[in-house]
């Protein structure tokens, strides 16, 4: 039987990714351009061989090129845990993976919609939040999700907006998806192919902005994720 996955975010990541211009008392230097908070005991799991695989986006973070801070390395160093870091380029595809049993990972980093899915089917295991200590630290306002109202499986990592960009020569301006949203409006135009990573605040949004965002695909020119 497949392993269930446990889709806790990469908190930890988060935390070394936090530059600071100075190290203050009470803080662990991990590189020269960042620290930690020395009120946790970020080296209980050295010498113990734990390795963490983990399954994430594409470019989510950031890996030492262009000047930036090396986070999968960092927090190695930091915690002496190992880290087997890899990236896919959609959901679908993680998710493929996943069922197919090729591959476990002890954390992944899914959009939403797919949580829901991976929930439904049995693919995630719930989070022991004692080993969570800093989610208390995140407002409100993202706690508890339709596609998990309790955060039994999930934590936030991040939230992304879907925007509707128009070039300057459309003489027609689009303010909202109703004047888009008719057979035709959509001609020479492409749309990202990954627009139901979207967040939700009212109830039914979710069903009706995807039915919207499924309707613009049918009828637009191209679809596109890759080269935005």
Same mark, same amino acid.
């Given at each position: 039987?497949?392993?269930?996955?446990?889709?806790?975010?990469?908190?930890?990541?988060?935390?070394?990714?936090?530059?600071?211009?100075?190290?203050?008392?009470?803080?662990?230097?991990?590189?020269?351009?960042?620290?930690?908070?020395?009120?946790?005991?970020?080296?209980?799991?050295?010498?113990?061989?734990?390795?963490?695989?983990?399954?994430?986006?594409?470019?989510?973070?950031?890996?030492?090129?262009?000047?930036?801070?090396?986070?999968?390395?960092?927090?190695?160093?930091?915690?002496?845990?190992?880290?087997?870091?890899?990236?896919?380029?959609?959901?679908?595809?993680?998710?493929?993976?996943?069922?197919?049993?090729?591959?476990?990972?002890?954390?992944?980093?899914?959009?939403?919609?797919?949580?829901?899915?991976?929930?439904?089917?049995?693919?995630?295991?719930?989070?022991?939040?004692?080993?969570?200590?800093?989610? &208390?630290?995140?407002?409100?306002?993202? =706690?508890? !999700?339709?596609?998990?109202?309790? %955060?039994?499986? @999930?934590?936030?990592?991040? #939230?992304?907006?879907?925007?509707?960009?128009?070039?300057?020569?459309?003489?027609?301006?689009?303010?909202?998806?109703?004047?888009?949203?008719?057979?035709?409006?959509?001609?020479?135009?492409?749309?990202?192919? &990954?627009?139901?990573?979207?967040?939700? =605040?009212? !109830?039914?949004?979710?069903?009706? %902005?995807?039915? @919207?965002?499924?309707?613009? #695909?049918?009828?637009?020119?191209?679809?596109?994720?890759?080269?935005?």
């Amino acid at each position: 039987m497949m392993k269930r996955i446990a889709a806790l975010l990469l908190t930890l990541a988060v935390a070394l990714c936090a530059a600071l211009p100075a190290f203050a008392a009470g803080t662990i230097e991990v590189t020269e351009d960042v620290s930690v908070s020395d009120a946790y005991d970020w080296t209980r799991f050295k010498g113990q061989n734990v390795t963490l695989n983990v399954y994430n986006w594409g470019e989510y973070i950031s890996n030492g090129s262009d000047d930036s801070v090396d986070v999968v390395a960092a927090f190695e160093k930091l915690t002496g845990i190992k880290v087997n870091y890899t990236t896919f380029d959609s959901n679908e595809s993680l998710y493929a993976k996943l069922k197919s049993g090729a591959a476990n990972y002890d954390v992944i980093i899914p959009s939403d919609y797919m949580v829901a899915k991976m929930i439904n089917e049995g693919m995630l295991a719930p989070l022991d939040y004692d080993n969570i200590p800093n989610f &208390q630290k995140i407002d409100a306002g993202y =706690r508890n !999700p339709d596609y998990d109202p309790q %955060n039994a499986y @999930t934590v936030p990592y991040m #939230l992304c907006t879907t925007g509707i960009i128009t070039g300057k020569h459309n003489e027609q301006k689009h303010t909202d998806h109703k004047k888009v949203d008719q057979p035709g409006k959509l001609q020479n135009k492409v749309i990202v192919d &990954q627009g139901e990573h979207h967040h939700d =605040r009212k !109830p039914g949004d979710h069903t009706k %902005n995807l039915l @919207t965002l499924h309707g613009w #695909l049918g009828t637009s020119d191209q679809k596109d994720s890759d080269h935005i």
